[in-house]
């Protein structure tokens, strides 16, 4: 399953690119892109533990940037 | 300005007032015997408390969570290097001038970002759906299948859908770039996205919000973001290596020389405050990316869509063009380009070719076939009235043509075959297309000349390709040879394939690319109709919008919204430039680095420049991307 979320204050690329990367290191992710300029992030993951995941993905990105937050 | 970035301009505002304060004191000599001791740490720490608090506390704050190379913890162990070193004021000036900086870089990402949005604005809010007979406003998601939608004078276009009743001029500049407005009337096909001129529309849905143009054009440009360029890539890479080095290298400048030289630290700890300063690679990760993506939002707002950067970066490397002719040069409909009336020699009565034209038309005004559809419509537009009164007795003589009495005289219309069944003196006629020839009472008129069209512009579109660097174009075709020659030299082509079958296609694309050197690229136009294998075989595929099917569309690359084969120099122009203001970027913003690392680690730079390469370079980085954004089409 492919899911987009918005990302609210997400100020720097660079941690855009930390968080992706985390994002893909979690187990049940096949693809993860967080865009800077259009403040989105998608998530692309195993649709039985969707939502397991999503939760795993939120801690990963408020330990890279703890000021972003992900509508959901 | 958003609320974050207006508080931040108060503190700037109050930092600097206390900093410059502190420093004119202290140039007065104000503070006398304190001056050069500790004591005065704690003053300097009030303007730098102010500015920089938010960057300590975010240092401290991702220590915690284990990311220690982050751009607030450098810059916090940087100042503080600079306290430690009892260089005060310059500590809080370089804190306030980062904090400008960061202020600055903000606002340019943020107005970047607006005016992107503001080009993407194509989405329908709503759709007025009429319910009692009452105007509803409904979400475009929820109409279905067959509704029938109002849309009034103004308005975007909320569904693609049927026109049912109403006529206006609607706007297509969103989709295909094209200013001048098309005309809407009943019966005819209207797309969403479009603005509604003058008029009222009553429009019967085709398809759900989902499947419709706008959402798929949005949809297409919002993930194309996601497939990165090369050199996007390469930054991203670069950008995990280059701080861990920066930072090890000022670890080793503040330790390294004043072991081995003597002397105190002091001074190696300032040129490695400078080294930490430098080490975010912020100017790159935001600029390249943003570049990109101002070439794909100046692409699509000419009416193309790039569905990648990877695609662009590919785009502007393009040699080869191969293209598919019917529907990409050619308009894919007939028409009657020649009229060859018999009117000297051959013929035993003096025709002229309006004549020609009228039995011609008359004859075959029972038919359906598009020879017959374009031979009435050549004559229609000379203003002739087809009378269907005055033809009697038509027969169909499979293969050859048809015979047919028009005005009580016996007319042939048909090819070589029927002329030679017939025992007719006729001219052959060797032109490209399909010829038809016609006899009245059993004396030979003329023939007629009826071929597919080439496209308006498409001879400009290869002369401007060759101007921007496309070096050869190449034609396939399943149509006869005779006909291919006569568009390719009319369009000035290097190569021809003519006969083929649709498999054929994909053995010469791949034959093409066995050619291709280094990085060259090859593309592939095509209408979409048996495309879809060449248009991923291909390096780049263009699929045509509006006539192609979805299926080339999805397979596609790179599609151009109204057909139009000029706009694909115009987006190997629009490419060359994204990848050269890229470029520039990385070469500036590395080069400037690089020169003040070595002047720091020479002790010929400061931390004020310092952080000018850092934040300063990212301001004017991004202003640099913007660039690729207001580019124009032509």
Redesign the interface.
């Known amino acids: 399953m492919k899911k ?1 979320f918005k990302l609210e ?1 997400l ?5 855009a ?2 968080m992706e990367d985390a994002i893909k290191k979690i187990s049940g992710v096949t693809d993860a ?1 967080v ?6 992030m ?1 998530v692309e993951a195993e649709d039985d533990r969707f939502d397991e995941i999503m939760k795993e993905v939120a801690a990963v990105c ?3 940037e ?2 972003c937050k992900i509508l959901m | 300005m958003t609320k ?1 970035q207006k508080n931040m301009l108060y503190r700037i505002i109050l930092a600097f007032v206390l900093l410059a304060a502190l420093m004119v004191c202290e140039h007065l000599g104000i503070f006398g015997v304190l001056a050069g001791t500790w004591l005065l740490l704690p003053v300097y720490a009030v303007p730098y408390l102010i500015i920089g608090y938010d960057v300590i506390y ?1 240092a401290a ?2 220590i915690r ?3 220690v190379f ?2 607030n913890f450098l810059m916090m162990l940087a100042t503080f290097g600079a306290f430690g070193v009892k260089e005060y004021s310059e500590a809080a000036a370089v804190m306030l001038f980062y904090q400008v900086g960061e202020l600055f870089q ?1 606002y340019a990402v943020g107005k ?2 607006q005016s ?1 949005a503001d080009m993407m604005d194509i989405c329908p809010e709503y759709a007025n759906v009429e319910q009692d007979g009452e105007l509803v406003q409904v979400d475009p998601d929820d109409v279905e299948v067959g509704s029938m939608i109002v849309v009034k004078p103004g308005e975007r276009i909320p569904l693609d859908g049927i026109v049912a009743e109403g006529e206006s001029y609607v706007d297509t500049a969103a989709l295909t770039g094209e200013s001048v407005p098309r005309k809407a009337a009943v019966g005819e096909e209207i797309y969403s996205g479009c603005v509604n001129g003058s008029g009222t529309l009553k429009i019967r849905t085709t398809k759900e919000f989902d499947d419709s143009t706008v959402a798929k054009i949005l949809e297409l440009v ?1 993930n194309a ?2 497939k990165k360029a090369r050199t996007e890539k390469f930054i ?1 890479k670069f ?1 995990r290596y280059y701080t861990p080095i920066v930072t090890v290298g000022a670890v080793l400048l503040a330790f390294v020389p004043p072991l081995i030289l003597g002397g105190g630290f002091g001074e190696w700890i300032r040129r490695a405050c400078t080294f930490l300063v430098i080490s ?3 100017a790159l ?2 600029s390249v ?2 570049g990109f ?1 101002g070439g794909i939002g100046a692409s699509s707002r000419m009416g193309v869509l790039v569905k990648g950067g990877n695609f662009l970066e590919a785009v502007a490397e393009m040699t080869t063009i191969v293209f598919d002719k019917t529907g990409t040069l050619t308009k894919g409909e007939f028409k009657v380009t020649k009229i060859l009336p018999a009117s000297d020699g051959a013929g035993a009565k003096d025709e002229s070719s309006g004549d020609l034209l009228e039995l011609a038309a008359l004859g075959e005004g029972y038919s359906n076939h598009p020879i017959a559809v374009s031979i009435r419509e050549a004559y229609e537009e000379q203003g002739g009235k087809i009378d269907m009164e005055r033809v009697a007795e038509a027969e169909e003589i499979a293969g050859h043509g048809i015979c047919v009495r028009v005005d009580g005289r016996e007319v042939l219309l048909g090819n070589e075959k029927l002329m030679q069944l017939k025992a007719i003196e006729y001219r052959p006629v060797s032109d490209a297309g399909t010829v038809v020839y016609a006899a009245c009472e059993k004396h030979y008129l003329g023939a007629l000349v009826i071929s597919d069209v080439v496209k308006e512009g498409a001879e400009q579109a290869i002369r401007d390709m060759k101007k921007a660097g496309v070096k050869k174009c190449v034609m396939l075709t399943g149509d006869r040879e005779v006909a291919a020659q006569a568009v390719a030299s009319e369009l000035g082509l290097d190569e021809v394939h003519a006969e083929l079958l649709p498999g054929d296609k994909v053995s010469i694309v791949e034959r093409l690319l066995q050619g291709q050197r280094g990085n060259e690229k090859l593309a592939f136009a095509g209408d979409g109709i048996n495309d879809a294998p060449v248009l991923t075989r291909a390096d780049i595929g263009i699929a045509m919008g509006s006539m192609g099917s979805d299926a080339a569309i999805e397979a596609a690359d790179i599609v151009l919204m109204d057909d139009d084969v000029r706009k694909i120099a115009a987006v190997v122009k629009c490419a060359r430039k994204t990848l050269c203001i890229v470029k520039q970027n990385i070469v500036f913003a590395l080069g400037v680095k690089a020169l003040v690392l070595i002047l720091g680690a020479l002790g010929m730079a400061n931390m004020w420049e310092a952080v000018f390469a850092d934040v300063g370079v990212a301001v004017i980085a991004i202003m640099n991307s913007m660039r690729a954004l207001k580019m124009e089409g032509k």
């Open positions: 987009k204050d100020d720097c690329a660079n941690c690119a930390k892109n865009s800077f300029m259009a403040q989105k998608t408020a330990k890279v703890p000021d | 974050k975010k704050r991702n969570n284990g990311q982050d751009e903000s970047s970002r992107i919002e973001s996601s991203t950008a975010c690679p912020c990760v935001i990316p943003l993506f």
